[in-house]
């Protein structure tokens, strides 16, 4: 862990055993395995990977809200140092009001049945963080103002509200709390791309006002590309590659992240029909494959590739990648 640490996961393993069906035998799904990095205070940090790559199960590790197999997660706050995995029941409830997770749907993550202002106080009056309703009202009114949200709505119900409006809701009760660490779960890959850019400047602006520190998932490199200080390549339970964004999108090391890059669209005409298609889909996290976990779809695989772990190694400085052929 180091001094800018916010948190730090050091071989972080989730895995879940399945037992046996009609037709294979059981075995144990490894989720996320062996996971180690280091999330900066105050960063926008991303975390990309195709679905089933195990970024979800990764964010909710650390929120402790996935069973935790091996390792461990680190969270240090001012004099709070908590070892994440063995909490105690003061500290748990202490450390669900110093972390958030926005949700991805918007449309399923609000209740139909209660108005705006219930669900931003909701997570108030649960962990009795306020005494009066007047406070309870003052919070959610001022939560509600720094989102944007206009205060003549929080006596409407969701359904009468866009998906970029409900999307506010939802980072407005995510923050009642005064959360320092926040997971944002592809929390605008179900909006339209103009709400989208509308959404990451909202974060990106409660970032610095509240002084929160994102882990941001998302599928999509191009959403990452414009939001996040720090960028952390997924697959298949592992991280294959780590850098300061910039460094990653100007010179990725990994063939993974580069075919990721070059399947975001271009407006440059010299660059279409330029993207590295990934063949076939993510293997299963139950049949890992051996060697590089990559080697069944790298488009420059070797021999020893199919045999040999690549070692994850540090290229130049806060540059990691896991490939043989990363120099
Ligand atoms: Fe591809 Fe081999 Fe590098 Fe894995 S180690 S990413 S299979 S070149």
Redesign the pocket.
């Known amino acids: 862990m180091t001094e800018r640490s916010h948190v730090s996961v050091d071989r972080l393993s989730v895995h879940y055993g399945i037992g046996k069906s009609l037709f294979g035998r059981g075995g144990v799904v490894k989720a996320v395995d062996e996971v180690s990095l280091e999330i900066p205070r105050g960063s926008f940090f991303g975390l990309v990977g195709e679905s089933g790559s195990g970024k979800t199960t990764l964010g909710r590790a650390i929120l402790n809200a996935a069973p935790i197999s091996g390792g461990g997660v680190r969270y240090v706050d001012g004099d709070v140092d908590y070892d994440v995995g063995n909490l105690s029941k003061a500290d748990l409830k202490d450390y669900r009001k110093r972390t958030q997770l926005i949700f991805q749907d918007p449309y399923a993550a609000l209740s139909p049945r209660m108005t705006v202002r219930d669900i931003i106080a909701e997570p108030l009056e649960v962990m009795g963080l306020t005494k009066t309703r007047a406070e309870t009202d003052e919070r959610v009114r001022e939560i509600a103002a720094k989102c944007r949200l206009n205060l003549e709505h929080l006596r409407r119900f969701p359904h009468a509200f866009s998906g970029g409006q409900r999307q506010r809701i939802s980072i407005a009760r995510a923050l009642v709390c005064e959360p320092k660490f926040l997971v944002a779960d592809e929390s605008v890959a179900a909006l339209d791309v103009s709400i989208q850019a509308d959404i990451l400047n909202l974060l990106k602006s409660l970032q610095k006002d509240l002084d929160i520190t994102f882990l941001f998932i998302s599928h999509d490199l191009s959403v990452v590309a414009h939001t996040c200080d720090y960028v952390a390549v997924m697959y298949l339970g592992t991280i ?1 590659e780590m850098a300061p964004s910039r460094e990653l999108f100007e010179s990725p090391r ?3 992240t580069k075919a990721l890059l070059s399947a975001i669209p271009s407006l440059d005409p010299d660059d279409r029909g330029k993207a590295q298609k990934l063949e076939g889909e993510i293997p299963s996290p139950a049949a890992m494959p051996p ?5 069944t779809r ?5 021999g ?3 045999t ?1 772990v ?1 070692e994850w190694r540090e290229l130049t400085r806060s540059h990691f990648a ?5 120099e």
């Open positions: 294959v990994h063939p993974y060697g590089c976990r990559f080697h790298c488009p420059v695989a070797e020893r590739c199919s040999d690549p896991a490939c043989h052929f990363s």
